[in-house]
C-alpha cells in the first residue's frame, strides 16, 4: 500500500516569508508526527498529533512553527517568518499510536531559506 | 531525561565481515526500542525493535539486535555485511512510562561497507 506522503520534496523560500509543509499519512494511522532533522544530525522532535488534536507539541521551536490535522489525517506544518536556521529536512511519520508500534516515515521535506 | 547515545559516526567493514552498530539508551521507565536505517534522499526506514520478550531481536535485512538491560544497550548485528547495507542508521527508544508516544533519536551511524 501507499507509504507516508510528504509535499513538497524541496522547497526554497526567502528570509521572512510563510511555507507550509503537507503530510499525508498511512490510511488507518491515528498518530502522527514532525521531526525536523539537520545535517548530521538525527530526527527531532516537533509536534505529535492523536487524531486531530495536538497530543505533544514541546518539540516546536517558537511561535513562528504550527501544526494542524483537523481531519485526523492529512497534517500541515506552518512556518512564518521563515529563517535561515530553519532549514533542514522536515519529515513526516506516522503510527497506529499503540505502545509497540513503529513509526513509519515519509521521504521528508528539504526546506532551504536563503 | 530519556536519550540515545550513538557513540561511533562512522563503522568501517569489509564485505562479508560481520558488523556491529553501537546504541545505548536512558530513560526512566521500561524502553521500547527501535532501529532504522536511512538512505540518500530518503526517509528512515524501520529495521527492527525490542519491545519485551527475547533479547535477540531479528528484522529485516538479515540485521538482529540484542537487548542488555544491564549495560543499557541495544546493539545492532549483522553476521556478514554487504556492500548494499552502507547508509546512516539510527538508534530510536520509547519510554514506555511516556503516555504520548514521543520517540527519541541518536545521532546517527554511517556504516560503510567496502567490497
Known amino acids: 500500500g501507499a507509504g507516508v506522503s510528504q509535499t513538497p520534496s524541496n522547497k526554497v523560500t526567502e528570509k521572512g516569508k510563510y511555507v507550509e509543509l503537507r503530510c499525508d499519512p498511512i490510511?488507518?494511522?491515528?498518530?502522527l508526527y514532525w521531526y525536523r532533522q539537520s545535517l548530521g544530525q538525527g530526527p527531532e522532535f516537533l509536534i505529535y498529533f492523536q487524531g486531530t488534536g495536538a497530543a505533544d507539541d514541546s518539540g516546536l521551536p517558537n511561535d513562528r512553527f504550527f501544526a494542524v490535522r483537523p481531519e485526523g489525517s492529512v497534517s500541515t506544518l506552518k512556518i512564518q517568518r521563515t529563517e535561515r536556521g530553519d532549514s533542514a529536512v522536515y519529515l513526516c511519520?506516522?503510527?497506529?499510536?499503540?505502545?509497540?508500534?513503529?513509526?513509519?516515515f515519509g521521504n521528508g521535506t528539504r526546506l532551504t531559506v536563503t | 531525561a530519556q536519550s540515545v547515545a550513538q557513540p561511533e559516526d562512522q563503522v568501517n567493514v569489509a564485505e562479508g565481515n560481520p558488523l556491529t552498530v553501537k546504541c545505548t539508551y536512558s530513560v526512566s521507565g521500561n524502553p521500547y526500542l527501535f532501529w532504522y536505517v536511512q538512505y540518500p534522499n530518503r526517509g528512515l526506514q524501520f529495521l527492527l525493535k525490542?519491545?519485551?520478550?527475547?533479547?535477540l531481536v531479528k528484522g529485516s535485512y538479515g540485521f538482529e539486535a540484542e537487548f542488555n538491560k544491564s549495560q543499557t544497550s541495544f546493539h545492532l548485528k549483522k553476521p556478514s555485511a554487504l556492500v548494499s547495507d552502507s547508509a546512516l542508521y539510527f538508534c530510536a527508544v520509547r519510554d514506555a512510562k511516556d503516555n504520548f508516544n514521543k520517540f527519541y533519536f541518536g545521532s546517527g551511524t554511517k556504516l560503510n561497507v567496502k567490497p
Open positions: 525490542y519491545i519485551t520478550g527475547d533479547n
Open positions: 490510511s488507518g494511522h491515528t498518530a
Open positions: 511519520a506516522s503510527s497506529f499510536g499503540t505502545d509497540n508500534s513503529p513509526l513509519h
